[in-house]
C-alpha cells in the first residue's frame, strides 16, 4: 500500500492506537505514521483532519504539526481493502506525559496554543460542527451519560460537586467566542524536543467549539501531578497571552472549562475501565488526584490565580493605549471594545501584532488590497525619481487627469487633484459659490462630505450628531430617501429648497452614513431639477461610492440616470494614499478662475498621480468592478438567506452594502462577535443599526462565506433571550 504513496519503507512497526491502526515506517531518512482506519471510520471526520493539518501547513506557526503525504494519484486518504489509509510525515519530539512540564515549558504551551487558535481563526470545516462527546461544551452530557460508572463513594461526590459547578458556569460559555480548534492538546499528544515545547499531534477531536477550550484543555494536563499546579497552569495562561487575546469573560470561563475537561476524562475513563490501556489509568489518577485539589481549594482565588500575571501582550496593548491618551487627540476613536493593534495588510486581510488573520469587510480606502504591489510598486518608483507640484510640467498629472475625466460622463471635463475627500468638497463648495454667486447649499439630513468647518456645516451627520451646533441658516435639509420616501417626493423638495436660490446640492448617490439608503427611482432627478431650476449646481459626492465600488457603473451617480455638474472623489483613489480629486464641466472651471490662484501644495504631486494611475491600472486589469457586481451579488443573496426576524433590511450596490439590524444593541454585540470570529465590520446610520459592509474589491466569495458565517453565528450568540446580553 505504501508504494500509492511513492514510500519504499525499510521497517514498518506496529503502534498503539486508539481508533486506527497504526504504524511507525522508516523510509531511508524519511520517516512516516501510516494510520489506517476501519473501513466503518467516518470519512468526513477524517477529511476533516485532514483539512486541518492542511490549513495549519499553508499556515505555520510555533508548534509543528503533521504533515499529510499525498498518494501518487493526488489523493490523501486512500481506500484500501481493510480501511482507508493515510500517511503523515513524522515530526520530531516525545509527548511530555512522563516527564511533566516546568514554568518555562508551560508558558510555551500556552504560547504555541494561543498561535495555533490564531492560525485556525479563519478556517472553516463542515464536520467541525458535529456532536463530540469530549467537546467541552458537552462536558455535562458526556459526564451524566457515564457517571454510573464511577463507583468509588468519594469520587462521586467529588464529580457531582464538578458538576454543580460546571453547571452554574455553563451559560456563560455560549457566549464566548468560537472556532476550531484541536480540542485534545493533552500530554501525550503535545511534543518536546530538547526540552522545548515544539509539536502537537492527533487532530482526531478537532471540533467548532469556545476558543478558550483549546487553553483550558492545555493548562489541565500541564497542571497533572504538578507539586503546584495552579502556578504551572498560569505559566501556560500567561504564554497564550503572549500569543493570543484572553478576554475578561474567557479568563472567567477557564476554571469552569479546566474542571469540565477534568470531570469528561475521569467518567469516559471509568466508562472504559476494562480496555486494558495502562496509560489510561495513570492520567485518570491524575485526573482524579487534580479534580480533588481543585474542588477542595479556594476556587475563586485559584481562577484569579490563573489568570494573572502581566502579559507581554497586553503590556504592549496597554502602553500604546497610554501613549495614544498621551499624544493623540481624544477626539479620535478607536474601534472596537479592545482596540486591535494592526501591523500588516495584503489583499482584503489585515493582521494583527500576533500574526491573527482579520477578514477587512470595513476598508474601502484599500481598494484594490491592502499593500497592492502594483500600487506600491509606482509609488515607490516615482517617489525615488520625483516628487514636485504642479508648477511644473509633469506627464503623470497630465495623464492621471485625462483617464479621470474619460471615466466621467461627456462634458465633465476638468481636474482639480487635492489630497483628501474633505477638501475635494471643499474646493467643490468654493467653485459652486463662485460659478453662481449664491452661497446656500441643500443636503440630504443623514449626509456626510468631510471633516472641516464648511463640510460639518453641511453634514447632518455632524451638526446633528454628538457635539453638532445644529444646520446654519445657509444649509437646507431634505430628508433622507429612506424606502417609501419617494411618496410626495416632489412636495418635500420644493418646500425645502428655497426659490431663491442656491449654489449647490451636495449629495451621495447611496448615502453611506446615513446608513447605505439607496434613494428610490426619480427621488435624485427630482432633486437635481429643483435646485438647478434655482440656479444652483449639482455636486455627486463619490468620495466613497466611486472608483467601481458598485460595480456595474465607475460612479454611483450612474445608477440613478442622472449627470452632476461636479463629481468629488476621495478614498479609493490611492488605494490608502492621500488623494481626492474635483471633475467639473468646462463652464464651472473657468467661472472659478476668477484671478485668485488655486495652489495646493500636494495636490497633483506626480507621486500622487503615479499612484492614481496604478490603482486605475489595477481596476481594469483584474476586472474588479465585475468582481464587485459577482460577489457582491452572491453576497446580498447569502445575507438574504439569513433566517432571523432581526435583519430588517439587506441593501446596496456592488460592494457598498448594509445589512439593517432591529436595533442598536443587537448591531453593537453583532460587530463584537463578528470581531472576536476575525471578521472586521462598522456600523452606522442615524440609529447605529446598520451594518456597513465595504470591503477592499478583492473581496471573494470564499470572503463572503466567511463574513456570512461570521454574521450568523454572532446573530445566533447575540440570540435569544436565553443566552443573549439583553
Ligand atoms: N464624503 C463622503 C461621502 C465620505 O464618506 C467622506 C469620508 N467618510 C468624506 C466625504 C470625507 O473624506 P475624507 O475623510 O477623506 O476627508
Given at each position: ?138 462536558a455535562l452530557d458526556t459526564v451524566a451519560a457515564r ?118 476524562s475521569v467518567t469516559v475513563a471509568a466508562s472504559r ?454
Amino acid at each position: 500500500m505504501l508504494r500509492h504513496f511513492g514510500v519504499d519503507a525499510d521497517e514498518i512497526v506496529p503502534l498503539p492506537g486508539e481508533f486506527d491502526r497504526n504504524y511507525h515506517v522508516v523510509a531511508g531518512d524519511d520517516v512516516y505514521i501510516l494510520k489506517i482506519s476501519p473501513p466503518d471510520a467516518d470519512v468526513d471526520e477524517i477529511s476533516l483532519q485532514h483539512a486541518v493539518l492542511q490549513h495549519l501547513q499553508l499556515h505555520p506557526g510555533r508548534l509543528a504539526t503533521p504533515r499529510a503525504v499525498e498518494a501518487l494519484n493526488g489523493m490523501e486518504l486512500l481506500e484500501v481493502s481493510d480501511g482507508i489509509a493515510r500517511l503523515l510525515a513524522y515530526i520530531d519530539g516525545a509527548p511530555y506525559a512522563d516527564a511533566g512540564l516546568d514554568a518555562e515549558q508551560a508558558y510555551e504551551l500556552g504560547a504555541g496554543l494561543g498561535d495555533l487558535v490564531n492560525r485556525l481563526a479563519g478556517f472553516r470545516h463542515p464536520t467541525a460542527g458535529r456532536y463530540h462527546p469530549w467537546n467541552a461544551l458537552n462536558a455535562l452530557d458526556t459526564v451524566a451519560a457515564r457517571r454510573h460508572h464511577v463507583l468509588d463513594r468519594r469520587h462521586q461526590d467529588v464529580l457531582d460537586e464538578a458538576v454543580d459547578y460546571i453547571t452554574t458556569h455553563e451559560r456563560a460559555l455560549w457566549d464566548l467566542p468560537h472556532q476550531i480548534i484541536h480540542g485534545d492538546a493533552n500530554d501525550l499528544n503535545v511534543l518536546l524536543t530538547d526540552g522545548r515545547v515544539t509539536g502537537l499531534i492527533d487532530f482526531g477531536d478537532t471540533v467548532h467549539s469556545v476558543r478558550i477550550a483549546e487553553l483550558a484543555v492545555g493548562c489541565t494536563y500541564a497542571m497533572f501531578d504538578a507539586v503546584d499546579p495552579v502556578t504551572i497552569g498560569a505559566a501556560v495562561v500567561r504564554g497564550w497571552r503572549s500569543t493570543t487575546d484572553l478576554t475578561n469573560a474567557e479568563a472567567e470561563a477557564l476554571l469552569p472549562l479546566i474542571v469540565a475537561r477534568l470531570a469528561t476524562s475521569v467518567t469516559v475513563a471509568a466508562s472504559r475501565r476494562d480496555d486494558g490501556n495502562p496509560h489510561n489509568q495513570v492520567s485518570e489518577r491524575s485526573a482524579w488526584d487534580l479534580l480533588e485539589r481543585l474542588m477542595a481549594g479556594d476556587r475563586d482565588a485559584i481562577a484569579v490565580e490563573l489568570a494573572t500575571g502581566t502579559p507581554p501582550l497586553m503590556t504592549e496593548r496597554s502602553e500604546l493605549l497610554a501613549r495614544r491618551a498621551e499624544y493623540l487627540g481624544s477626539a479620535l476613536s478607536l474601534s472596537y471594545d479592545e482596540p486591535i493593534h494592526m501591523v500588516r495588510g495584503l489583499g482584503a486581510h489585515l493582521y494583527d501584532a500576533r500574526g491573527a488573520d482579520f477578514l477587512d469587510c470595513v476598508n474601502n480606502v484599500c481598494h484594490v488590497g491592502h499593500s497592492h504591489p502594483k500600487v506600491v510598486e509606482a509609488a515607490s518608483r516615482q517617489w525615488a525619481t520625483l516628487n514636485t507640484n504642479t508648477r511644473y510640467l509633469h506627464p503623470a498629472v497630465l495623464d492621471y487627469a485625462e483617464r479621470l475625466a474619460a471615466l466621467c460622463p461627456p462634458g465633465l471635463d476638468v481636474v482639480y487633484l487635492v489630497n483628501s475627500g474633505s477638501e475635494a468638497n471643499e474646493l467643490a463648495l468654493r467653485m459652486a459659490r463662485t460659478a453662481t454667486g449664491a452661497r446656500d447649499v441643500v443636503v440630504f439630513a443623514d449626509g456626510y462630505h468631510g471633516n472641516t468647518s464648511a463640510m460639518v456645516d453641511i453634514s447632518g451627520y455632524k451638526f446633528d450628531g454628538p457635539g453638532g451646533a445644529g444646520k446654519p441658516e445657509w444649509v437646507h435639509v431634505v430628508d433622507t430617501p429612506i424606502e417609501g420616501r419617494s411618496v410626495g417626493w416632489a412636495d418635500h423638495v420644493a418646500e425645502r429648497v428655497p426659490s431663491s436660490g442656491v449654489a449647490a446640492l451636495f449629495a451621495e448617490s447611496i448615502i453611506g452614513c446615513g446608513g447605505q439608503i439607496v434613494p428610490e427611482a426619480g427621488v435624485l432627478d427630482t432633486l437635481y431639477r429643483a435646485v438647478r431650476e434655482t440656479g444652483g449646481v449639482v455636486v455627486a459626492d463619490e468620495v466613497q461610492t466611486g472608483f467601481g465600488r458598485v460595480g456595474s457603473h465607475w460612479w454611483s451617480f450612474e445608477l440613478h440616470d442622472v449627470v452632476p455638474d461636479i463629481v468629488t472623489m476621495g478614498k479609493p483613489m490611492g488605494n490608502g494614499h492621500p488623494l481626492g480629486a474635483v471633475v467639473t464641466t468646462r463652464a464651472i472651471a473657468e467661472a472659478f478662475d476668477n484671478g485668485m490662484e488655486y495652489f495646493n501644495t500636494f495636490g497633483g504631486n506626480p507621486v500622487s498621480a503615479a499612484v492614481g494611475l496604478a490603482v486605475l491600472d489595477v481596476i481594469e486589469e483584474e476586472g474588479l468592478r465585475q468582481n464587485a457586481v459577482e460577489v457582491g451579488s452572491y453576497l446580498v443573496d447569502r445575507l438574504r438567506a439569513i433566517e432571523d426576524d432581526r435583519i430588517v433590511d439587506v441593501r446596496g450596490a456592488g460592494l457598498f452594502l448594509g445589512i439593517q439590524l432591529v436595533d442598536a444593541a443587537t448591531t453593537k454585540a453583532v460587530v463584537e462577535y463578528a470581531k472576536a470570529d476575525h471578521v472586521l465590520l462598522s456600523i452606522d446610520g442615524p440609529a447605529h443599526d446598520v451594518i456597513k459592509i465595504k470591503p477592499p474589491l478583492v473581496f471573494t466569495n470564499e470572503d463572503a462565506d466567511r463574513l456570512v458565517d461570521a454574521v450568523t453565528y454572532a446573530l445566533a450568540t447575540t440570540g435569544t433571550a436565553r443566552f443573549g446580553p439583553t
